[in-house]
Nanobody, 121 residues
Framework: QVQLVESGGGLVQDGGSLRLSCAAS????????MGWYRQAPGKERELVAQ???????IYADSVKGRFTVSRDISKNTMALQMNSLKPEDTAVYYC???????????????WGQGTQVTVSS
C-alpha cells in the first residue's frame, strides 16, 4: 500500500504565497517522478509542476516564474512553493507519484486526496 498525503492548502489573498507539501508512505521501493496537478470547478485536471528523481522539472506555462517544485528523496516528500498567487490559481491541488512498491513488478501512478487552494481577489 502507498499513500500520498497533501497539506498546506488554504485561503490567501491575491498576490500572496502558500507552500504545499506531499508525503509518500508505505512499501515504497522507488519514486521515479512526483508531480502536482490541480482541478478547478468545471475544468479538467491539469499538470502544474513535475520533478524527476534527478531533479529535472517541468512547469505549466501559467505558473512559470511563480511556483517552484522541490523534492526530498530521502524523506519521500515533495513541496510546491507558490508565490504571486492569482484568483485563477484557485483549485484543488493533487499530489501524484510514479512509484514502484516493494512487491510490484512495475511502477504505477498514485494520487493524494487533494488540498484546496483558494485565492481571493
Amino acid at each position: 500500500q502507498v499513500q500520498l498525503v497533501e497539506s498546506g492548502g488554504g485561503l490567501v489573498q491575491d498576490g500572496g504565497s502558500l507552500r504545499l507539501s506531499c508525503a509518500a508512505s508505505g512499501s515504497i521501493f522507488n519514486i521515479y517522478v512526483m508531480g502536482w496537478y490541480r482541478q478547478a470547478p468545471g475544468k479538467e485536471r491539469e499538470l502544474v509542476a513535475q520533478i524527476s528523481s534527478i531533479g529535472n522539472t517541468i512547469y505549466a506555462d501559467s505558473v512559470k516564474g511563480r511556483f517552484t517544485v522541490s523534492r526530498d528523496i530521502s524523506k519521500n516528500t515533495m513541496a510546491l512553493q507558490m508565490n504571486s498567487l492569482k484568483p485563477e490559481d484557485t483549485a484543488v491541488y493533487y499530489c501524484n507519484g510514479l512509484i514502484k512498491t516493494d512487491y510490484a513488478t512495475n511502477a504505477q501512478t498514485y494520487w493524494g486526496q487533494g488540498t484546496q487552494v483558494t485565492v481571493s481577489s
